[in-house]
């Protein structure tokens, strides 16, 4: 699977791709466009610079290993829940309650850590995106702040 699908960013990580072929197709399908809305929203931002595609904790993960701009983005579908999937940020960050002001009825949240989707609803896009761009800058934007 490590072919383009339909202006998908190639994957360069075997083990990434592998656990991509072993989701449902429907999940498979609405990771894809997660994982596109990363690489797409990280090209917008230039200080990210380019995104590595590696497995965490057995998820995709995201990282931003020259610019260190990022914390660590993950996807995946939820255990036990063929129909839902969830984009997971670090959990001792700020990002969900961030989120949460911003978006209170726009996304489902679980805990301080994801945003839960279910397979039958669109992706709110325009609004992920925004939440992706804040944890690809979440490092240079906390070195910008004055304390």
Request: hydrophobic share 30%.
């Amino acid at each position: 699977m490590t072919q383009k699908k339909k202006g998908i960013q190639k994957f360069t990580n075997s083990d990434v791709a592998e656990t991509f072929s072993n989701y449902s197709p429907a999940v498979r399908e609405k990771l894809f466009r997660l994982r596109e809305l990363i690489f797409e929203t990280a090209k917008e931002i230039q200080e990210v610079g380019r995104i590595e595609e590696v497995l965490k904790w057995g998820q995709p993960s995201y990282i931003t290993p020259e610019s260190k701009s990022g914390t660590t983005i993950r996807i995946d579908a939820l255990k036990g829940e063929s129909k839902e999937y969830a984009i997971f940020f670090h959990c001792q960050t700020d990002l969900i309650s961030r989120f949460r002001k911003l978006y209170p009825k726009t996304f489902h949240f679980e805990g301080n850590r994801s945003i839960i989707f279910s397979e039958n609803t669109k992706l709110p896009e325009k609004e992920l995106k925004q939440c992706i761009s804040f944890a690809l800058t979440y490092h240079s934007d906390k070195k910008k702040k004055p304390n």
